[in-house]
């Protein structure tokens, strides 16, 4: 394997990696809260922290780390309060991110819109030995929080107000949860870029339900094709010089057309297994109840 | 005089700007089992979701178990079962999966020990799901659901039940198993509050009525008496304290 020789190669496929583990991870309970594009908006409003990064001379990845935390805490605080205009408030944050990005980049002396392409596609050669630190530190926040705290989030995730009663403390979970999205578009922005990190998120998750039954199994299987495909993707696009970004998102939708055509006849036996097992099981939700008359059932 | 397991004075509840609730008083004591009817409207979900908590409320006060509800953290004795069609997320889940959540509340940092999967077991066996365990949920049917949610809400084996009309989309079958479990959790003592918008196979476990309207109670004591044509879904109940000329009160399916 010589395309490990390459020391930029070796950091490249390590957070590629970390990327692989992290998205679905996180995307798995955006999704079951049926968020599934908040990642979408973090990656807008990381592209600010990206600019000032550069215009600040600092680290453009802890920067976008700083400002993304901050975006989506803010995100989390109009969902409680702004219910009737929170969608407005949040497309406001959203492009108000991107535009300060593009803003503060070409404001800055070093910066142009080529680094910014390099931001927002990815860029695997251009990850540097700090960068690596830097998404390996947050890439082990991420996976203690979801892992750790699977339990809770699942029940946050699952029912927010069922969460509540059984005392568990709701909103610092669902800002816990955003700041988590917010570190991992920030761990993968530098593999897959800010405008296709959200892919990472939701589709590995979509494609493992096709094969799965339980929230763990899904979680499991999420991660397995995240990784697979971070790696294929990384590796396709050192041999063909294709830009690592697009080839991976095109890997993981390929993944999910894949495990769809494979599982649907596979669902299919299962459901007539059910149906076999359990016979007269579901005709009881049709018969018509004896207490009513048949003149009754019109009104229903 | 037993001990108020739920007590609401004067509570007003706001959403948006449209008053909702507009000082109810409730009291809910040991061992009781109260239903709350009233019409769609009239505040009887606001009501519940006012007492757990996830509705603000404007003025008045709520104890539970004696404790201002602010103050109050011992969780594991109630169990809730909101208004819910069904009990799937956005990712597939199995049943244990989603009853387990419900013994978090006596889970010490989110780790479930071998008699919380016991008690997991037990709610299970109590709804009659305990084949359907290891399926998904998204497999189930409408009562399934239903019972699914039950179960969850008994994991943490409460002291106080708060439901939000169980028995909604529930088929027949479910709901008789959901009425026998509920029969046997009164007879061990459990106090229940019931948001129900009929009374229906549960009629006979109720010792007391509640019925709001427009946000304030109407009426509070023995259940409204249903018998034959009464009794029957989508009828309008007429309560005889409803002052006169008043809009029947509807409790039926139809209204």
């Not at chain 1, 296709?196 to 939701?202: D, G, I, K, P, T």
């Not at chain 1, 095109?250 to 649907?264: K, P, S």
């Not at chain 2, 034959?228 to 005889?240: I, K, T």
Request: net charge neutral; aromatic share 4%.
């Amino acid at each position: 394997m010589e395309i490990l020789n390459y020391a930029f190669m070796q950091r490249a496929l390590l957070a590629a990696v970390l990327v692989g583990i992290t998205a679905p991870a996180v995307g798995i309970y955006l999704v079951q809260r049926r968020q599934a594009l908040m990642g979408d908006g973090i990656g807008h409003v990381a592209m600010t922290g990206v600019g000032l990064g550069f215009l600040l001379s600092w680290s453009p990845v802890w920067m976008a780390t700083l400002v993304s935390v901050l975006g989506a805490v803010l995100m989390e605080l109009i969902r409680w309060y702004g219910r009737t205009r929170g969608d407005i408030a949040l497309a406001m944050l959203f492009y108000g991110g991107m535009a300060g990005g593009v803003m503060f980049i070409n404001l800055a002396p070093t910066g142009s819109n080529a680094n910014l392409t390099s931001y927002l596609f990815g860029s695997l050669s251009t990850v540097s030995e700090s960068d690596v630190t830097a998404i390996c530190l947050l890439a082990a926040f991420v996976v203690l929080v979801t892992l750790g705290l699977r339990r809770q989030l699942f029940a946050v995730s699952q029912d927010e107000e069922f969460a509540r009663v059984t005392g568990l403390p709701v909103r610092a979970l669902n800002l816990l949860t955003a700041v988590t999205a917010a570190v991992t578009v920030t761990v993968a922005m530098r593999v897959v870029g800010l405008l296709l990190v959200s892919a990472l998120m939701v589709v590995p998750v979509a494609a493992a339900q096709q094969l799965s039954r339980s929230f763990a199994a899904t979680f499991a299987i999420a991660v397995a094709i995240g990784v697979a495909v971070t790696l294929g993707g990384t590796v396709t696009s050192y041999y063909q010089d294709v830009p690592p970004g697009a080839t991976i998102v095109l890997l993981t939708i390929a993944a999910f057309v894949l495990l769809t055509a494979l599982a649907t006849p596979l669902a299919r036996r299962r459901a007539r297994a059910v149906a076999s097992a359990q016979p007269g099981a579901d005709p009881t939700e049709c018969r018509i109840p004896a207490t009513r008359g048949a003149g009754d059932e019109l009104g229903v | 005089m037993t001990e108020s397991v739920i007590a609401l004075r004067g509570v007003r509840a706001e959403l948006g700007s449209r008053p909702v609730l507009r000082g109810i008083d409730l009291t809910v004591r040991r061992g009781e089992v109260v239903a709350l009817l009233g019409a769609n409207g009239s505040g009887k979900s606001t009501a519940v979701r006012s007492i757990i908590g996830q509705v603000p409320v404007a003025a008045g006060e709520i104890e539970l178990f004696g404790t201002p509800r602010r103050r109050f953290r011992d969780w594991a004795r109630v169990g809730y079962v909101p208004q819910r069609t069904t009990a799937a997320g956005g990712v597939p889940a199995t049943v244990t999966e989603v009853v387990s959540s419900g013994r978090l509340s006596r889970a010490r940092f989110g780790m479930l020990r071998k008699a919380d999967h016991a008690a997991v077991r037990r709610a299970l066996e109590l709804v009659g799901m305990a084949d359907r365990a290891r399926d998904s949920v998204n497999a189930l049917s409408g009562g399934q659901h239903q019972r699914v949610l039950i179960a969850r809400a008994l994991a943490t084996e409460p002291e106080l039940l708060i439901m939000d009309e169980p028995m909604a989309g529930v088929d027949l079958a479910s709901q008789e198993v959901l009425a026998e479990t509920l029969r046997e959790q009164v007879a061990a003592g459990t106090t229940v509050l019931l948001v129900l918008h009929e009374l229906g196979p549960l009629e006979p476990l109720i010792d007391r009525a509640v019925v709001l309207r427009d946000g304030c109670v109407l009426h509070d004591g023995p259940p409204p008496e249903a018998v034959g044509q009464h009794a029957l879904p989508g009828h309008d109940h007429v309560h005889p304290h409803a002052p006169a000329g008043a809009e029947p009160i509807r409790t039926g399916l139809l209204s």
